[in-house]
């Protein structure tokens, strides 16, 4: 990392994420697969537990004492403040998962600087797994003894492809599922894994891509600057540089046009 002031004003926001992410941690993994877990359905027929709400209460706390003039953007509470600065936050990415004792689930905490993700963390307690970036200064994932440096694969033809698809009824609500079929024909291999531990397997190089829909900018905010400073490619499905079209195809970036003109082939 350089010693701009940029650079340094974003290792001090890094170091914050991991400070939340740690309160995250506490908050949420005591809840996790409890049995006195209160659960809700919120207006979108979602669920929503007592360890969301109480983990985001935790984190916009921290951000009102130490970035008061920063803006919030939470999956519980919605935004407030400043849109230029924000903290993009989803408390437990994964809540169907947590709430039947599926340990596939974690907090993503990002800063967006002028709606472009510059500092993004995942942490994934019930794996004892973490990871985190921030715009020029590489991918990490915490490792014993020290933090261990991440990066996609080299993997560059289609035929040799893990990826993950997600939901098959995601793809089919888009009208989307011909080029699901299509993709799954088409490459090595093909898995549902699911959430954010997908984009993370995918910035470790164990997956070639990843996509989905439906997805609101906390879905997918953290995981963006950990996959593009693996060395990855990010974008929304039809290969936009956005976080805000309710879509994504992230790809190792070697295959990241191969994968694009994959699914929009024509039938």
Known sequence: MTDSPDAAGLAADLDLALR?????????LPRFDAADLQISTKADRTHVTDADLATERTLRAMLADERPADGIFGEEFGSSGDTQRQWIIDPIDGTANFMRGVPLWGTMIALAVDGVPQVGVVSMPALGRRWWASTGAGAWTAAHPRPRQIRTSAVSSLDDAAVSF?????WADAGHLPALLRLADRVWRDRALGDVYAYMLLAEGRLEMVAEFDVKEYDIAAAVPIVREAGGSFTSFDGNDSISERSV????GILHDAFLDLVHEEA
């Open 20 to 28: 939340l992410a740690d309160a995250a941690d506490a908050e949420s």
């Open 166 to 170: 997600q939901s098959i009824t995601q």
């Open 249 to 252: 195809l992230a790809s190792n």
